[in-house]
């Protein structure tokens, strides 16, 4: 029987869905030189991060926002989360990021699949319904306005960087093996057919140095190379 992982994901609890994005990010070292998670009460918007450079978050990064709920992410709700961002980053807590995900294991409403489509009426939208949709949310027994400071970062962000994440797409992606691995005793199969170099690679010649050194060791005499008999 075939396992459905998408399943098993969108079994997952908040918490545990959180851990396991971390995972599935910790493996993207091409694109991250560190993840963290930040989560609980004082998140600031954010629940999986991806800093692109040591500067971390004095640098360029990337939110992943889980969201696991009953049903797909509302319209209301992408607003109110990304409204988190501009507000945290007009207020000097860290820089827009780079790129946001919804991590939505139940998918995101048709609407939020139009904003994403089409980031300029995205941004448009943002200012035309921030009182409306966000101004009331982000803050417990306060209204948040549209402050200049907000206004700019709306402004400055790149809608087109923004994307969501089903738990069928996040669990075909290729980075997501090694936690399917971990968390579902996922099978990868057999490792691909290795080539075998004629002769010794450039990056090789300190490994293979130290073992000639080891041979020689053992031999009780020097090696020339690793050619030597």
Request: net charge negative; hydrophobic share 40%; proline share 5%.
């Amino acid at each position: 029987m075939i396992t459905n992982y998408a399943a098993r994901i969108r079994a997952l609890d908040d918490d545990a869905l959180e851990r396991f994005v971390t995972d599935w990010a910790k493996r993207r070292t091409r694109d991250y030189v560190e993840t963290q998670r930040w989560s609980g009460t004082g998140d600031m918007g954010r629940d999986v991060v991806g800093y692109v450079t040591r500067q971390r978050h004095e640098g360029e990064w990337d939110n992943f926002q889980c969201k696991q709920l009953s049903s797909r992410l509302s319209e209301k709700a992408a607003f109110v989360e990304l409204g988190k961002i501009f507000m945290h980053s007009a207020a000097g807590e860290y820089r827009l990021p780079r790129g946001y995900t919804f991590v939505a294991p139940k998918g995101v409403v048709r609407n939020v699949q139009n904003f994403v489509a089409h980031p300029e009426r995205f941004r448009q939208a943002f200012l035309d319904r921030w009182n409306e949709l966000v101004a009331p949310e982000l803050v417990e027994n306060q209204v948040v306005t549209l402050t200049p400071g907000i206004r700019d970062a709306i402004e400055r962000f790149a809608f087109d960087s923004v994307y969501w994440l089903d738990a069928a797409g996040l669990a075909e992606d290729e980075y997501a093996i090694p936690a399917l691995v971990k968390w579902f005793g996922y099978d990868p199969g057999a490792a691909p057919p290795g080539v075998t170099p004629d002769l010794p690679q450039d990056e090789e010649a300190p490994y293979i140095e130290q073992l000639i050194g080891l041979y020689g060791e053992r031999r009780n005499t020097t090696f020339a190379d690793y050619d030597s008999q």
